[in-house]
């Protein structure tokens, strides 16, 4: 089986997003089954966002491979970081409805 590497568009996004909202960014990996993992990213100001990857372990090789984003986990310290504001309130509201 060939080895995977991370597709350099999440590396793109991931980058654009710690240049938009400040250093050092967080991300939170998590694994959401046959779909791969989903890296949440928080940046400095609080603002949320997120790459999906193949799998948990390109999600953290994703974090290791831009500058200014740390890995992290959901602990009080980035609970606290996320700024979850209306308009984001508003744009996951839209999602769940039928």
Do not use: C, Y
């Amino acid at each position: 089986m060939a080895e995977q590497t991370v597709d350099p568009k999440a590396i793109k996004s991931a980058t654009a997003f710690v240049a938009a909202h400040g250093k050092p960014a967080r991300a939170v990996v998590e694994n959401i089954g046959r779909a791969g993992a989903r890296v949440v990213l928080v940046g400095a100001d609080g603002v949320l966002g997120d790459v999906i990857v193949p799998t948990p372990e390109l999600g953290e090789t994703l974090v290791e491979k831009v500058a200014g984003l740390e890995l992290s986990a959901w602990d009080p310290e980035t609970t606290a970081a996320a700024q979850i504001g209306a308009a984001h309130r508003r744009k996951m509201a839209t999602r769940t409805k039928g």
